[in-house]
């Protein structure tokens, strides 16, 4: 996705607004959610081809494809929905990055470093313990938030598009590898006997053959 890559590039500051930072979180999950609903639709597409063939449309349709289409990416946009009403641009306060103390780092450098204040402030040459950090804005989960909400969202998207796929995906692939091993071994015996009873038509065919010459 363009902004993925734009976030690689720069993720820090986030300066391409609070709408762009949504839209990068929501399409981002619907694109992971399309894949895996895609990837599941092949897998059910598949068992019913192999563990039951006459329940299977075998003549795939342009339209029905389409429609399956629509359905998937609209369930994701749907299940995405909520990480744009979490997701927002964060930003870390000055109280913030005092208590955080690394080496020399002390309040009057942070002063030095994050200089840009907002002008309806009055400037008196200093940043107030508590102001926002302009240079340190990013895209995502307020993670500097004590009341972490989002952690039930990602918990539920785990399990929905992670473990409920994966389950699912292994009880189809062992049901399809159960009826190709049964059907392999049916198709073998199959054989063997219309392999027995070629040999005894043979033998059969040579007796009649000797008793003709002996008439």
Known sequence: ???????????YPWQLGSLTCIL??????????ASIL??????????????????HKTQSKIKRAFRNIAIIWLISFMAAAPYGYFTK?????????IKLKRGRCNKEETQKTYRKRSKTKKDNGKLEDGEELME?????????????????LMLCSTILFFVV?????????????ITLYRARNQ?????????RNDAHRARIRSRMAAIKMLC
């Open 38 to 55: 895609t990837i599941m639709k092949f897998s059910c597409d598949q068992y019913y081809a192999v563990c039951h063939p006459l329940h």
């Open 1 to 11: 996705m363009p902004l993925e890559l734009y976030s690689l590039w720069q993720q």
């Open 24 to 33: 990068r979180s929501v399409v981002s999950e619907a694109s992971a959610y």
């Open 89 to 97: 641009v964060n930003y870390i306060t000055l109280e913030g990055s």
């Open 187 to 195: 198709f073998g015996i199959e054989t063997a006997g219309e392999e």
């Open 136 to 152: 340190s804005a990013w895209c995502g989960f307020p993670f500097n938030d004590p009341n972490k909400h989002w952690e039930t």
């Open 165 to 177: 796929p994966m389950v699912l995906m292994t009880v189809l692939y062992s049901r399809i590898s």
